[in-house]
């Protein structure tokens, strides 16, 4: 399985991660920070611990779909 993050920001920017998820439990484990996501304000403020309960949970498809007031758009998926 897999982690799926898109950012879109309002100047054009696009931000694509893909993790798996194996690597996003261990770093959320050891508290790592990982690299794909020290170039955006947006990813750092991602919870992946949050993320992984859901996961684990059983949620699978998109978690999390965000557009903010300046149109930035994130979204988060589990495939």
Avoid at 9 to 31: F, H, I
Avoid at 50 to 57: D, Q, R, S, V, Y
């Amino acid at each position: 399985m897999f982690l799926r993050v898109r950012v879109h920001t309002e100047q054009g920017d696009t931000v694509k991660v893909n993790l798996p998820l194996a690597l996003v439990r261990m770093a959320a484990q050891l508290k790592l920070d990982l690299p794909q996501f020290r170039g955006s304000e947006i990813l750092r403020q991602l919870d992946l611990n949050a993320l992984l309960e859901l996961i684990e949970g059983g949620a699978c498809g998109k978690l999390v779909e965000v557009e903010s007031s300046n149109g930035d758009t994130v979204e988060v998926v589990v495939e």
